[in-house]
């Protein structure tokens, strides 16, 4: 169940496109978030907790739904079409929602780690200096991508894929009609 060759290396142009792809989702909600006033009233008396649960459920959520949902019904999201790759179960299927979901719950969770490492920042986020724990969580998701992308470059699979039963491979070729 690995991938060919030629496609882990496919995966960092795919992984990037949506990258950017999320940072054009993050980049609308902060929008309205900035024209509604959403960030004049800072904490407002709100926990870091409350806030770090907003955050999770009206961002982080919907991105790993979303790109669920694209690689358990298409079998791919914009960056991988782009790559000219596909998810896909060992035997060659579509891997549906469920498998799909945890194949993104596992490839989101150290950026959902980082995520954690700024919201329990003492003092403002991205102001105040960090403390430890912010430290040690940020490390902590570094270390966890990067074991990630070594493993997927020397194996062509990754934890995710491995946890949900998938793999990435690349797109059949589409067949000339015979006109």
Not at 64 to 79: C, D, I, N, Q, R
Not at 99 to 108: D, E, G, P, S, T
Request: proline share 7%.
């Amino acid at each position: 169940m690995q991938a060919s060759a030629p496609s882990r290396w496919r995966r960092v142009p795919a992984y990037a496109a949506d990258y950017l792809v999320i940072a054009a989702i993050a980049a609308a909600i902060a929008g309205v978030n900035l024209l509604t006033g959403g960030f004049e009233d800072g904490f407002d008396g709100r926990s870091r907790l409350s806030m770090y649960l907003f955050a999770t459920l009206s961002f982080t959520a919907p991105v790993v739904l979303l790109y669920a949902l694209m690689e358990g019904v298409f079998s791919t999201t914009p960056g991988k079409a782009l790559a000219g790759l596909r998810v896909r179960t060992a035997p060659g299927a579509r891997p549906g929602l469920p498998r799909a979901l945890v194949r993104n719950l596992v490839k989101f969770a150290p950026w959902e780690i980082a995520h954690l490492g700024v919201w329990i920042t003492p003092g403002t986020p991205f102001v105040s200096p960090p403390g430890i724990e912010s430290l040690i969580l940020w490390n902590a998701a570094l270390a966890l991508t990067a074991g990630q992308a070594l493993l997927i470059l020397v194996t062509g699979r990754g934890v995710h894929d491995r946890l949900a039963g998938t793999l990435v491979s690349r797109m059949a070729p589409k067949r000339a009609s015979a006109d």
